[in-house]
């Protein structure tokens, strides 16, 4: 006989896959928008964070009544604090995703300098990290989540990459000094994309 719990446990993680597609959809834009130079598509990433932010709520809301009615024990409770966990790490990577906007925005005001290889690389793995992430955390692969931590150590070489070949590039023509930050700062926010998917890779080793 199914149990009530576990009907609401399976809401609670259809609702975190649904803002998970957001981060990915807004990371997606946020990274288009940059390196196809189309600076009307940051505009979305603003978009698709109001609705990262109304999930965050909603989610929240609904962990809260799901303690108050049902009272979680042992794996059930285990479970219950990783959603609350993840919620968190995928409204901090809507925010992330916003910096980026914000950021290339200002990027592309100014002639380009150097390319966005690196960053688009960076891009790339992180969004399959979130993939992964979620992934693993519906059906409980704690395989899978290990996975996650070898690809965070790819997306921050790529950051110390860009850090150590911007700071040089910067020493050899200091009038690019601010394009060189921008480019900085993106990578920068790529990294912690990836360590929040890290920190949903391992919320789902907890609960495995």
């Known amino acids: 006989m199914e149990r009530q719990v576990d009907n609401r446990i399976d809401e ?8 998970g597609g957001w981060v990915e959809k807004a990371l997606e834009e946020a990274i288009e928008a ?20 109304e999930d965050h709520i909603i989610v929240d809301n609904a962990c809260v009544g ?12 285990r479970l219950l604090i990783s959603i609350i966990k993840i919620n968190a790490d995928l ?5 992330q995703c916003v910096n980026i906007a914000y950021t290339g925005k200002d990027l592309l005001s100014r002639p380009i300098v150097g390319s966005f290889d690196d960053i688009q690389k960076m891009s790339v793995i992180v969004r399959n990290m979130v993939r992964k992430a979620l992934d693993s955390f519906v059906k409980e692969d704690e395989v899978l989540a290990r996975e996650i931590l070898l690809l965070d150590d790819e997306v921050d070489a790529l950051k110390s990459k860009v850090f150590k070949e911007y700071t040089q590039h910067v020493k050899n023509h200091p009038m690019d000094v601010e394009s060189a930050l921008d480019l900085i700062l993106i990578a920068r926010n790529l990294e912690r994309l990836g360590d929040h998917a890290t920190n949903i890779a391992e919320d789902v080793i907890f609960v495995s």
């Open 91 to 95: 409204e901090r990577m809507g925010d």
């Open 34 to 53: 940059l390196t196809k130079q189309e600076v009307s598509r940051f505009a979305k990433v603003h978009e698709i964070e109001v609705k990262i932010n």
């Open 66 to 77: 799901f303690l108050a009615k049902q009272g979680p024990v042992a794996k059930d409770l």
């Open 12 to 19: 609670l993680k259809n609702l975190i896959l649904s803002m």
